[in-house]
RNA sequence: GUCCCGUUCGUCUAGUCAGGUCUAGGACACAGGGUUUUCAUCCCUGCAACAGGGGUUCGAAUCCCCUACGGGACGCCA
């Protein structure tokens, strides 16, 4: 059997859609599973939207994405050049076999594909004049999610504009003859082209590649497919967002294929064993971002921890948050690991900690501080840790255990509350003890009083 | 309008190709309860689907047909 090549042909743009990214991923995953070739193209045949900044939006993306491609952009290869504004010659020479075919003529200076058929006039209500069109032979295809089908063409086709460029159809199909594309894994949305692509391999004497629909990814709510402008389409929404590309390689995995068992939170390289063309939905998917959160979350979870610390501590930084302080960082990141739900979440989660201007949860504060016996709880946990022999944890916990005892209480958790809420703004956090024995006592203390006296002036 | 593709809980999906083991399984979300100093985790419980109709069959989520609905394509965009 020969070698799989496939290839990601995205058209620069400027974002990288998700769409396009599960697509590369789809591709990518099927080239590593079968020891294939991933071939990186970029179909530039639209002048107007073809920028240096639209093609480093792509690389960056896919680099970020761990999609690592064999040819294409960067690392060159045999089929080369990757830019289809760079191919002309070969696209020339492909069309001069059309043209002794007699397959092109001429029509208002544009080059169009001739279908062989029946010739007939007829109003098509779609485009609002009357064309010409032609009883053209079904194409029959096998699709490896949704079996064969079959689509009759009707119309004849531009393969090269006016200006000169040529279109998408012609030069998609002559790459993919080209660069022997063996396997095209692309969206639903041409699956009607597809008809099409076949007239040209036939005319071009060329095998037809296996082909591969994915289910369309439509948008959460609304109908239509996932649109092209708006919030939450693009993967730089989410990389700004620190979400960890593996959990979005997970979820967008399972937007449109499933393992079959129950498997669900899988790494790059379990999906790698995993995937397989049969798992591939043939029904379209929406997107849901709390199902991407919960699996972000869940990958966050499973990070080793020098790599939760290397990550925690950009973000940190990116913040603002003055993370110098090593040790001090790692410790307090210690603390939150496996506590909170998201990068994203943590410099609100963290800053108290590195600051004393931190954010005030009013939510809390409300519902702590009003009650009758939050200023006496906050002086006597305030007189308690001033006595605290040694600021460690064992120190807290014993200076919190006298104080239990000296109001009869067996556990000193009525104090917890408002104490977290004094020194950090929050209501919840890290466990307690630890967070105070972090925090020393110079802040502690501080911090204690200050909530006291603006508990006082209410 | 024409053609192509699809349709199982709110969402992602298992089960469909090889009809019975499906009183339809899992996950997210949501609701309730438990554990927890807080928060998170964790545990338990609940909610909730075979689009509709007709056929084939002893038996249909599964096979066939029709309808409805959804998506896509029909461009000198890709």
């Not at 699996?295 to 020098?306: I, K, Y």
């Not at 005030?360 to 906050?378: G, Q, W």
Request: aromatic fraction near 10%.
């Amino acid at each position: 059997m020969t070698q799989v090549r496939v290839r990601f042909a995205p058209s620069p743009t400027g974002r990288f859609h998700l769409g396009s990214a599960r697509t590369a991923l789809f591709n990518w995953l099927f080239a590593r599973k079968t020891g294939g070739v991933f071939v990186l193209r970029i179909e530039d045949t639209d002048p107007r939207r073809n920028t240096p900044e639209a093609l480093r939006v792509l690389l960056n993306g896919l680099r970020w994405l761990g999609l690592n491609w064999d040819e294409g952009p960067e690392t060159g290869g045999a089929c080369g050049p990757y830019f289809q504004s760079r191919r002309q010659a070969v696209y020339g020479r492909y069309l001069r076999k059309l043209h002794d075919s007699g397959r092109t003529y001429r029509k208002d200076g544009a080059v169009y594909f001739r279908l062989e058929g029946e010739r007939y006039l007829e109003y098509d209500p779609y485009l609002k004049a009357e064309v010409e069109k032609v009883r053209a032979a079904p194409q029959v295809f096998v699709d490896a999610v949704r079996g064969q089908v079959r689509r009759a063409e009707e119309k004849d086709f531009v393969l090269v504009r006016s200006s000169g460029e040529p279109v998408f159809h012609l030069v998609n199909v002559v790459d993919d003859i080209a660069m022997g594309i063996t396997h095209v894994i692309r969206g639903e949305d041409h699956l009607s082209n597809t008809a099409k692509h076949c007239e040209l391999f036939k005319a071009l004497g060329a095998p037809l590649p296996q082909f591969v629909h994915l289910p369309m990814i439509l948008n959460n709510k609304g109908p239509g497919k996932m649109s092209k402008r708006g919030d939450g389409v693009h993967l730089e929404d989410y990389s700004r967002r620190h979400f960890l590309p593996s959990a979005l390689v997970n979820f967008l995995a399972l937007l449109g294929w499933n393992p079959k068992d129950d498997s669900e939170i899988m790494s790059p390289d379990r999906l790698l064993e995993k995937f397989d063309l049969d798992g591939i939905q043939k029904g379209n998917a929406r997107f849901d971002e709390k199902k991407l959160a919960h699996v972000n979350t869940e990958h966050l979870r499973r990070l080793p921890r020098e790599e939760f610390m290397q990550r925690s501590l950009s973000v940190l930084q990116g913040a603002g948050l003055d993370v110098s302080d090593l040790t001090y960082s790692r410790a307090v990141l210690d603390l939150c690991r496996d506590k909170v739900r998201s990068l994203d979440d943590l410099p609100a989660y963290v800053t108290y900690f590195f600051s004393d201007s931190y954010p005030v949860d009013e939510k809390a504060r409300r519902r702590l501080m009003k009650r009758e016996d939050s200023l006496p709880k906050l002086q006597q946990a305030l007189a308690c840790l001033q006595s605290v022999g040694e600021w460690t944890e064992a120190g807290l916990e014993e200076g919190f255990a006298n104080l239990a005892r000296s109001h009869r209480q067996k556990k000193p958790f009525a104090w917890f509350p408002v104490t977290r809420f004094a020194v950090s703004g929050r209501a919840g956090g890290p466990d307690l003890l630890p967070m105070l024995a972090l925090l020393g006592p110079h802040r502690t203390l501080t911090r204690l009083r200050r909530a006291g006296r603006a508990q006082r002036k209410e």
